[in-house]
């Protein structure tokens, strides 16, 4: 499926690779390894700061599915829901089965084979469930799926000796029900960076991004 979906791109020449530049109906992307983003996970551990890596990745996946949703003119939850995971699967953050899907108020899911685990030692995977970086994207392009502001949790991992990864994208109320919520607040210091989050929420535009990171990065 993504393959095909990544032909098609090409040929429509929606995506595009030419004068070092990789764009996406001329949203800009590049290619970074996995461990890079490995290492980067380590930093925040070190730096014992792992909500801000939770809402730089929570932003970044709300951009790029608001970019995404714009541009391709999506009309519906389930093609936004749908495309988002492709891209996601493209860029090489794993392969995502799907459990569940309710639109309006979660998605559960997991990835079988994350391409992360290898580069943690295991004094890294003590510390799990560590995927700070898949649970924040996928929260903030579940905000455009679900309508409204969403966390993840990432209820399994294979850093704690799990076979796969499973993550629950979700409203507020879905995960109080789920009595999920306070394991959210706690794990990404909700207290704080709910604020942030509900601003980006209100008030982003592509003339404003870069306002709105910078905020991310100086208040955290």
Known sequence: MVLGLLMKMLMTKQLKFEGGNISLKNITMTLMPS?????????????????????????????LVKQVDQKFNLKKSDEIYSLGMELG???????????????????????PNNPFMKYFTPEDKSKGPIDYFISGCMAGGGCHVHSALCQNVEIKCQATGNQECEFLTATEKELKDRGLWDIAVQRYDLNNIMPIQKEIYEEYSESNEAKLLSKIVDEL
């Open 35 to 63: 461990f890079l983003t490995a290492e980067i996970t380590k930093y925040f551990m070190k730096e014992n700061n792992m909500p801000k890596l939770y809402l730089l990745s929570w932003y970044w996946g709300f951009v």
């Open 89 to 111: 699967e493209a860029m090489g953050i794993g392969i995502y089965k799907t459990h569940d899907y309710y639109p309006g108020r979660y998605t559960h899911f997991v990835i």
